[in-house]
């Protein structure tokens, strides 16, 4: 751990770069509390809140969140194995996803057989609670029960990017009303080795308003109601994650905004049919802020306008390249000398500025910058969440460290930066 020498951020991600190399991850723990809190109090206790671990997987950032108050979402026994590195139980882990396995069912299975259920598993159609009915069975437990939420296919038309639209009628997530009564009866029904508890939902992210997740959640309630009055253990709605971390200069409403929705939406369920226990699942909220993904220019060019190669690029950062997100870059030092201010101030000029990878859609997009110019670095914003979890060793590179940043300054290694010998 280095000696807090260094007090700013800016000068932290300098003495980072400088100590651990280039590309590299900083989590700034300050701003994570921040986030985490905000959300806490938008849904305070007695409200389930669990991290989104496909958010950002890294177990040392998995374990900060977790410190703060939430459990772990994951939706493969890759990201379970992850969150129970970061010393999250299982009793704290739930298990959603398209994509579970026949291995991802048996082992939540045989964690029940075993004495240490999940929280709950998030059934996808009734194959699956077919599949995982099944699995219980032969677990070889007398009377096994696993508690499963039913995803619910809300067909609404989220206020995002289409491909981040899971809500949508076309989505391949989640069922339908019918399909959630087929996947009841198919798990067993009460009785059955699957134990209805509710449902669960999610809308999509980086949600730019209330309206598509206030109408998924009145349908989800009015839904579990209609359950409940028939299986008393029908008590659970979990409503998803979706909120959304934009650029500064575009508006996004709040965890807080989304949360003044609920009252009135419980209000509209009679008593004896509301759900006694709702759950979230943030994760860009709570990580994304948090994030800096720090970068050495490579090349300076003028190809009709300033461009700058940077030493990273899709595979630390595919959002730009994959559905067009923009995420702001500031310049770090300046013709070798640092900056003070983040501000990048009357020298400051428009720049194309370009990852390091062999394919032309690695652009990050175009960043008003002062002049650079090679050994220069620079700060991509807004990195926390579904950078490092969505990277890869495309053109033989290995994984960026990952460094965490203290609230006094001081710099702990995550994650070391992987080596040669780790690739293929």
């Avoid at 900056?339 to 859609?361: F, H, K, Q």
Wanted: with cysteine; hydrophobic share 40%; net charge neutral.
């Amino acid at each position: 751990m280095s000696s807090p020498t260094e007090t700013t951020l800016e000068e932290s991600l300098r003495v980072a770069a400088r100590r651990y190399g280039t590309p590299l991850f900083v989590t700034d723990l300050a701003t994570l509390d921040a986030a985490c809190g905000g959300v806490t109090a938008a849904f305070p206790d007695p409200i389930v809140r669990q991290y989104s671990v496909k958010a950002n997987d890294v177990p040392a950032v998995i374990a900060q969140v977790a410190a703060r108050g939430f459990g772990a979402n994951v939706v493969s026994r890759g990201e379970w194995a992850l969150a129970r590195r970061a010393g999250v139980p299982n009793g704290r882990i739930t298990l959603e996803g398209v994509g579970k396995t026949p291995a991802d069912l048996r082992d939540a299975a045989r964690a029940s057989a075993g004495g240490a259920s999940l929280r709950w598993i998030a059934v996808e159609s009734p194959e699956e609670a077919r599949a995982l009915a099944l699995a219980a069975r032969r677990a070889r437990k007398a009377g096994l029960q696993l508690d499963v939420l039913y995803r619910l296919n809300p067909e609404v038309t989220p206020e995002t990017h289409a491909g981040l639209a899971v809500g949508s009628g076309a989505s391949k997530f989640g069922m339908t009303e019918t399909e959630i009564g087929e996947a009841i009866e198919a798990g067993g029904g009460p009785d059955g080795p699957l134990r209805p508890r509710g449902i669960h939902l999610h809308v999509g992210s980086q949600l730019g308003a209330v309206d598509a997740w206030r109408d998924a959640v009145r349908k989800a309630l009015a839904l579990a109601a209609l359950w409940r009055g028939s299986i008393d253990t029908f008590d659970t709605v979990d409503l998803g994650g979706g909120f959304p971390v934009l650029p500064a200069d575009q508006p996004a409403p709040t965890p807080e905004r989304f949360a003044r929705e609920l009252p009135a939406l419980l209000e509209s369920v009679p008593d004896d049919r509301r759900p006694t226990r709702l759950a979230i699942e943030p994760g860009r909220a709570l990580v994304a802020r948090a994030g800096w993904l720090v970068a050495r220019v490579l090349h300076v060019r003028d190809r009709g306008g300033r461009q700058v190669v940077l030493d990273a690029g899709m595979t630390e950062l595919i959002r730009p390249a994959l559905y067009g997100a923009r995420h702001p870059i500031v310049a770090l030092t300046s013709l070798g000398e640092d900056l003070g201010p983040w501000e990048p101030g009357d020298r400051a000029e428009p720049a194309n500025v370009e990852g390091p990878i062999c394919e032309s859609t690695d652009s990050l997009g175009t960043h008003d910058l002062p002049p650079l110019r090679r050994g220069d670095l620079v700060a991509i914003a807004d990195a926390g969440a579904y950078a490092t979890s969505l990277g890869s060793s495309y053109n033989g590179r290995p994984r960026p460290p990952q460094v965490l940043r203290a609230v006094d300054g001081s710099l702990t290694v995550a994650r070391r930066r992987g080596t040669l010998a780790g690739l293929g």
